[in-house]
């Protein structure tokens, strides 16, 4: 039996769990660890930070539905892991044993890296900073001024950036507050749809740069934030060299600000498993370079730099990659369990969709390390629309009951019925007797329709109802067997003896050498 723990419940935890208890076997364990109850569709956060999302549209207990599909769920944080014991250590002083780990955890953001980032300026990051955000954009609406959109030096996944600023935009259009408040946004990019992907990549450099000139949006690319104070951002442009060019002091009435990641506290403080930012570092099949039992997936794990700039970019990602190394994580975690090939994660793509209010722009760039054969960008209202259907379709994902699931290919009913099938397909005579050896009658009570449907499985397959019902008994006991754990297969050996006994004939072999023994000895 194989305990797999996957920590955090989000994106990429929870479609990673699901996926797990699917594949593995019942005797198999799945466990979700997680210091949030809730399931957080991430990507509508700035949906979220506009008031066009509730709470309730984008976060649910996740509890339930991990619950139904044989998943345990343990609402805590993470004070460490112990990778040499293969155990963590939990925030309320448990621990938990694995014997894969999974981490999924996602990122925080280092907010207190820049001086006074998190007193003056907003996020929509987490759902709560989004919620914040949208606190302080009711009031800002009040006595509109100056707006900053900005990322930090080294920050990553910019679409964001972007897509809030052209939200932004399109709501104050609609309240006719447009022209009260100028716009800037500051991104360490070279240039405006960078993201992240180098020269032969990202959005379309000339058609981002006429979206925000037909917006009136200004851009300072190569910048470099230095402080935030309560009214003014001090920013540095560079030139391609790096060295400062420009000093820019921005006004503002109302900030959002994409800060640099690093690994959540209880990850980053294994120092075995991550660099210098907290994040996990991973081979191609997204294991860890050391401990071969530890997996990573999502933002939480180490992706190396797609391009080398001036101000430094982190590399990009998406929903979709994150799905695309989840089911490389949960297939390779399955696969050294059952023995078979691991797969790499090689080549990814860089897919998004980014919300403009009424329309959008949707990219597809691959390999997301050059040198690339696909660079496509597309913009139109069918992305704004593509969006809302995509958060629909994850959370319904999430939300939907599990099919019902065939047998593992490896459990005894799937072994009994594969070959029963193929000797019907080789035209072997239909088998009509039961040769079991020492065989018992046992009276078992079934409905009628099971009965039927036993009748009707035999004539199909060509068995004996009574044989087929046999053999299905016995792949059943073998498969339940399964769901015990070392303490029930313990007390299962115990009971099995002590029947084995009491049927014992009352006079056994030897016993009457016993007692001439016995005689013997009182002579």
């Known amino acids: 039996m194989a305990h797999v723990v996957v920590l955090g419940a989000g994106i990429a935890g929870v479609p990673a769990a699901y996926a797990l208890r699917t594949r593995l076997l019942s005797r198999d364990e799945v466990t979700v660890v997680s210091d949030k109850e809730y399931f957080h569709f991430v990507p509508s956060n700035p949906w979220m930070a506009m008031g066009w999302r509730d709470r309730t549209d984008i976060a649910f207990p996740v ?4 619950k139904e599909r044989g998943i345990k769920f343990i609402a805590n944080g993470v004070k460490a892991i112990q990778p040499g014991k293969s155990r963590i250590d939990l925030e309320n002083g448990g621990s938990l044993s694995y014997d894969y780990l999974l981490i999924a955890t996602g990122v925080e953001g280092a907010f207190d890296e820049m001086p006074g980032m998190a007193e003056h300026t907003h996020s929509v990051l987490h759902i709560e900073q989004a919620e914040k955000a949208y606190a302080a954009y009711n009031e800002f609406i009040k006595n509109p001024g100056p707006i900053v959109v900005g990322a ?4 990553s996944i910019l679409g964001p950036v972007y897509e809030y600023a052209f ?23 070279p240039w405006p749809g960078h993201l992240g992907l180098g020269s032969s990549g990202g959005a379309d450099p000339e058609a981002v740069t006429a979206a925000l000139a037909d917006n009136q949006i200004r851009i300072i690319c190569n910048a470099r934030t230095l402080r935030i104070e309560p009214k003014v951002i001090h920013v540095a442009e560079v030139d391609e060299l790096g060295n400062e060019k420009t000093l820019h002091e921005l006004p503002y009435a109302y900030s959002v600000y994409w800060p640099a990641f690093r690994g959540v506290k209880g990850v980053r403080g294994a120092a075995e498993l991550v660099n210098r930012h907290g994040l996990i570092e991973v081979d191609e099949y997204l294991r860890h370079r050391k401990y071969r039992n530890v997996y990573a ?3 939480c794990m180490a992706h190396g730099l797609v391009d080398r700039t001036p101000v430094e970019v982190g590399a990009p990602g998406s929903v979709y990659s994150i799905q695309k190394e989840a089911e490389t994580a949960v297939c390779n975690i399955v696969g050294s369990i059952m023995g078979d090939t691991l797969v790499s994660n090689i080549p990814q793509r860089a897919r998004w969709l980014s919300d403009m209010g009424e329309n959008g722009a949707a990219y597809l760039s691959g390999p997301q390390v050059p040198l690339r054969d696909i660079n496509w960008m597309r913009q139109g209202r069918w992305v704004h629309l593509a969006k809302v259907d995509f958060e629909k379709h994850f959370i319904n994902r999430v939300k939907l009951r599990p099919a019902p699931q065939p047998p593992s290919a490896a459990s005894r009913l799937a072994e009994l019925m594969n070959r029963v099938m193929a000797e019907k397909v080789e035209g072997l005579p239909p088998i009509k007797e039961a040769a079991i050896p020492g065989a ?3 009276p078992v009570q079934i409905s009628q329709d099971a009965f039927l449907e036993l009748k009707a499985l035999g004539m199909c397959v060509g068995r004996e109802p009574g044989l087929l019902a046999s053999e299905l008994l016995s792949a059943a006991i073998a498969e339940s067997k399964s769901f015990l754990n070392e303490a029930g297969v313990s007390a299962l050996e115990r009971a099995r003896r002590e029947l084995l006994v009491d049927a014992l004939p009352k006079r056994q072999p030897g016993v009457e050498l016993q007692a001439k023994d016995s005689s013997s000895g009182n002579a």
């Open 63 to 66: 509890e339930p539905y991990l």
């Open 152 to 155: 930090m030096q080294g920050s």
């Open 167 to 189: 939200l932004v935009d399109a709501d104050l259009k609609r309240r006719k507050l447009r022209d009260r408040a100028p716009m800037t946004i500051v991104t360490p990019e």
């Open 297 to 299: 997936t999502g933002l």
């Open 440 to 442: 018992q009658f046992l």
